[in-house]
Structures are given as C-alpha cells and as structure tokens.
C-alpha cells in the first residue's frame, strides 16, 4: 500500500505523537522514552506501522484501515489496541496486559502473544498461525476464526459467540464457559471444566484431556473424538457424542447418547434433575452397539 506520508526511524514519547495520522507509513520507530506520553497512534486512519518498538501505553486506539507488521510491544505497552478496525496484525510480538480490546474486524497472523485479558469484547477476529498466553482470553468475544493457535493459559473463550476453531492446541482450563455456536475441530484441548454451561458446542476429531468436562451443556456434540483422564463427565448435559477408546467416568447424562468402546465407570446417582442419557458400548465387529445402561 502507498502513503503520502513517511515517517522513518524516530524516537516519540510525547502524548498523542502522532495524533490523527491519515495515509502513512510508520516505519523503524521507536515509541518510548522520558517524556512517558501516552496514545502515540490514536484516531489513525490508512496507516502502516512497521519495524516499530513499542513501550508506552494505549498507543493504537480508535484506529481504521491499518497494518502491524514486525512490530514489537513490550510488557509496558499496556491496553495497545482498543476500539480499532479493519485491522491487520503480522509477524508481531503483543506483550502488555489487554492488549486487544473492543475491536472488530481484525486478522493477526505469524506472532506471538503474551497478554493477560487479551481480546476482549472483540468481534470477528481471526488468528492464523500464532502463539498465544492469556488470562480470560477472548472474553465475549464473537465471530471468531482461529487455525493452527498455540494457546497456554486460564479461562478462554468465555462467553464466546458464534466461532470455528481448527487444528489448534490448547492447554487451558474453564474453557468455552457459556459459550455459544461454537465448533471446534481437529484440536488438542488440555484442561479441567472444558465447556460448562455452553450451548451449541460442537467438537469434531478432537483430543480431550482433563477432569470433568463437558457439565451441564446444551445441544453438545461430540464426533470422532478421543477422551483422556476425563472422569465425571456430561454430567446434567444434553449430549450426543461419539467417542473413540474408553471414557474413565460419566456421570448423570441428563439427556441423549453417549458411544464410545468402553467406561471406567457410569455413575447415575444423586441426580438432582431426571437423567436420562443414553450410555452405548460400541462392540468390535458387530453392527449393533450393545448398551450397558439406560437410567
């Protein structure tokens, strides 16, 4: 993309440096120093920041039509993109806490993640090929595409609205909390308490590994999946699911069936609602599953 404007290889740190900066490209920049000043790239529109160092606070809010690009933001670039759109993040490393927030239309490809309460209240944003560590990552967050996502931390995707997930690996407990319209395929999810109180959740050739998943969801589905260390699951859940291997335990299925070759343990005691799912033991080279028990 052409700019009218060059800036190359300053150092900023005054307040609001390049305040309402329209078509320009930013390049080798660095944002810091004594004068500490906040908001470097607000209310920017058409702009390009590249091989820029960043170490001050808030410096890309309310932004349209950019691009990040071999950018780095440090642990005190604090709350670094707010409120933008129509956004374009490579090849970046996002470090400071809420580091996205409340924006909408924006793709982050190549980089590196490190920041607590990441995405917040975020709308149709995509990750492709990145590395991700966070607290409540993606809070609220909808129209979500994610593929080939590393992602380390607590309480994802809460909250989340409407998102496909693919060939990702996670290790991340209470995820997908009150999620909605969610799938997720050919992924990895490590944790404890995957999915509770979610609606609509769809899990396809995925590896789940953790304690208790999968309680009390709504319209869950589970397709050619495989199960690890998972006791007490589907409990109070409205569940199909087909499960390849064995399921250490399943606990009060409120409704709908369960296949998979084997449990450890099928527990259906001290219901405090009528439980009614369907527990199906898949037998080897018979066509018709053999189901051990129906409550």
Same mark, same amino acid.
């Given at each position: 993309?052409?700019?009218?404007?060059? #800036?190359?290889?300053?150092?900023?740190?005054?307040?609001?440096?390049?305040?309402?900066?329209?078509?320009?490209?930013?390049?080798g920049?660095?944002?810091?120093?004594?004068?500490?000043?906040?908001?470097?790239?607000?209310?920017?529109?058409?702009?390009?920041?590249?091989?820029?160092?960043?170490?001050?606070?808030?410096?890309?809010?309310?932004?349209?039509?950019f691009?990040?690009q071999?950018?780095?933001?440090?642990?005190?670039?604090?709350?670094?993109?707010?409120?933008?759109?129509?956004?374009?993040?490579?090849?970046? =490393?996002l470090?400071?806490?809420?580091?996205?927030?409340?924006?909408e239309?924006v793709?982050?490809? !190549?980089?590196?993640?490190?920041?607590?309460?990441?995405?917040?209240?975020?709308?149709? #944003?995509?990750?492709?090929?990145?590395?991700?560590?966070?607290?409540?990552? =993606?809070?609220?967050?909808?129209?979500?595409n994610?593929?080939? $996502?590393? /992602?380390?931390?607590?309480?994802?995707?809460?909250?989340?609205?409407?998102?496909?997930?693919?060939?990702?690996? /996670?290790?991340?407990?209470?995820?997908?909390?009150?999620?909605?319209?969610?799938?997720?395929? !050919?992924?990895?999810?490590?944790g404890?308490?995957?999915?509770?109180?979610?609606? !609509?959740?769809?899990?396809?050739?995925?590896?789940? #590994?953790?304690?208790?998943?999968?309680?009390?969801?709504?319209?869950?589905?589970?397709? !050619?999946?495989?199960?690890?260390?998972?006791?007490?699951?589907?409990?109070?859940?409205?569940?199909n699911?087909t499960?390849?291997?064995?399921?250490?335990?399943?606990?009060?299925?409120?409704?709908?069936? #369960?296949?998979?070759? +084997?449990? +450890?343990?099928?527990?259906?005691?001290?219901?405090? $609602?009528?439980?009614?799912?369907?527990?199906?033991?898949?037998?080897?080279?018979?066509?018709?599953?053999?189901?051990n028990?129906?409550?």
């Amino acid at each position: 993309m052409k700019h009218n404007t060059m #800036i190359e290889e300053k150092t900023l740190d005054e307040e609001r440096a390049l305040y309402n900066l329209k078509d320009a490209y930013v390049r080798g920049c660095i944002f810091a120093g004594p004068a500490d000043g906040e908001s470097a790239l607000k209310e920017c529109r058409k702009i390009t920041v590249e091989d820029c160092k960043f170490s001050l606070r808030y410096p890309i809010w309310h932004t349209k039509e950019f691009t990040v690009q071999n950018c780095s933001m440090d642990e005190k670039t604090r709350a670094a993109l707010w409120y933008c759109k129509q956004g374009k993040i490579h090849n970046s =490393m996002l470090g400071g806490i809420k580091a996205l927030r409340e924006c909408e239309d924006v793709t982050i490809e !190549n980089c590196v993640i490190n920041s607590p309460e990441f995405g917040w209240r975020s709308r149709t #944003i995509t990750l492709r090929n990145c590395e991700a560590e966070s607290e409540y990552f =993606m809070f609220e967050g909808a129209k979500l595409n994610f593929s080939n $996502v590393k /992602f380390k931390g607590k309480y994802s995707f809460q909250y989340v609205k409407k998102a496909i997930i693919e060939n990702c690996d /996670f290790s991340t407990k209470d995820a997908f909390w009150h999620s909605k319209n969610v799938t997720v395929r !050919n992924s990895v999810l490590r944790g404890e308490y995957l999915g509770w109180y979610s609606e !609509n959740l769809t899990l396809e050739n995925c590896l789940i #590994i953790g304690t208790q998943p999968l309680c009390y969801c709504k319209n869950l589905t589970l397709k !050619n999946c495989r199960m690890e260390g998972c006791d007490l699951s589907f409990e109070y859940s409205a569940v199909n699911a087909t499960v390849n291997g064995e399921i250490t335990s399943v606990k009060n299925p409120k409704s709908g069936k #369960i296949i998979a070759d +084997g449990f +450890g343990e099928i527990i259906f005691a001290d219901a405090n $609602v009528p439980c009614k799912g369907r527990v199906i033991t898949r037998k080897p080279d018979v066509d018709n599953a053999k189901e051990n028990y129906v409550n």
